[in-house]
């Protein structure tokens, strides 16, 4: 059977988790009251829909409704969520009938997609950038190479910071690159990366 809460369980206890937050736990008021309004729009969702036990479904169809009908943003939708996680985890407490197995941790967050436009540096701007890092100290010279190697073949951070030294074919003049998914490219390891590498190693490996 799956796990679920009756909706007249989660109506009832609602009054004594908001007396604890306030009189015994000396919660915010004012984050107490926002805490109510989203229980509050979550009750009279459940009843509106006329439904008598929450389950994951009914949870997961709230979080569509918030964000088709109310045309509600992440933000706003990941604070009703907190605010229901959090009751939920007071009636787990409170012994109240399937809170206890009810997986209210798993609950995912809502993320808001990008829509703006994706930008590029302009040459001029990479330089201006290269030109800012401090390469007379180690660590500056480190960043150098980091931000060169991102720039000059394209590379995500994480496969940047990846590399190693056994990725570096010396003799054909390539890199071999992890990418995502476990995909592998080579790349071209032209005269100034390999002397940039070089002198990096020196730097990375001076006692």
């Given at each position: 059977m799956n796990a679920c809460i009756s909706v007249s369980d989660f109506d009832l206890h609602l009054e004594d988790y908001h007396d604890l937050r306030i009189n015994v736990l000396n919660h915010q008021p004012s984050g107490v009251e926002a805490n109510k309004?989203?229980?509050n729009l979550f009750s009279n969702y459940l009843h509106t829909n006329d439904i008598k036990k929450i389950t994951g479904d009914e949870m997961l169809n709230f979080i569509g409704w918030?964000?088709?009908e109310r045309d509600n943003k992440?933000?706003?939708i990941n604070r009703k969520e907190s605010s229901i996680r959090s009751y939920f985890k007071y009636l787990r407490f409170s012994q109240v009938k399937g809170a206890d197995a009810f997986?209210?941790?798993?609950?995912?967050r809502a993320r808001e997609p990008y829509s703006g436009p994706i930008?590029?540096?302009t040459p001029e701007e990479v330089?201006?950038?290269l030109n800012s890092v401090d390469k007379d100290s180690v660590l500056?010279?480190?960043d150098f190479v980091l931000y060169t190697l991102l720039y000059s073949l394209g590379l995500r951070i994480s496969e940047a910071l990846n590399i190693s030294i056994e990725d570096i074919d010396y003799e054909n003049k390539v890199f071999h690159i992890h990418g995502k998914g476990r995909k592998k490219r080579a790349l071209p390891l032209t005269e100034y990366l390999l002397e940039i590498i070089n002198k990096w190693m020196i730097y990375r490996f001076k006692p």
């Amino acid at each position: 059977m799956n796990a679920c809460i009756s909706v007249s369980d989660f109506d009832l206890h609602l009054e004594d988790y908001h007396d604890l937050r306030i009189n015994v736990l000396n919660h915010q008021p004012s984050g107490v009251e926002a805490n109510k309004r989203d229980l509050n729009l979550f009750s009279n969702y459940l009843h509106t829909n006329d439904i008598k036990k929450i389950t994951g479904d009914e949870m997961l169809n709230f979080i569509g409704w918030l964000r088709k009908e109310r045309d509600n943003k992440a933000g706003s939708i990941n604070r009703k969520e907190s605010s229901i996680r959090s009751y939920f985890k007071y009636l787990r407490f409170s012994q109240v009938k399937g809170a206890d197995a009810f997986p209210i941790e798993s609950l995912p967050r809502a993320r808001e997609p990008y829509s703006g436009p994706i930008e590029a540096l302009t040459p001029e701007e990479v330089i201006k950038l290269l030109n800012s890092v401090d390469k007379d100290s180690v660590l500056g010279f480190r960043d150098f190479v980091l931000y060169t190697l991102l720039y000059s073949l394209g590379l995500r951070i994480s496969e940047a910071l990846n590399i190693s030294i056994e990725d570096i074919d010396y003799e054909n003049k390539v890199f071999h690159i992890h990418g995502k998914g476990r995909k592998k490219r080579a790349l071209p390891l032209t005269e100034y990366l390999l002397e940039i590498i070089n002198k990096w190693m020196i730097y990375r490996f001076k006692p």
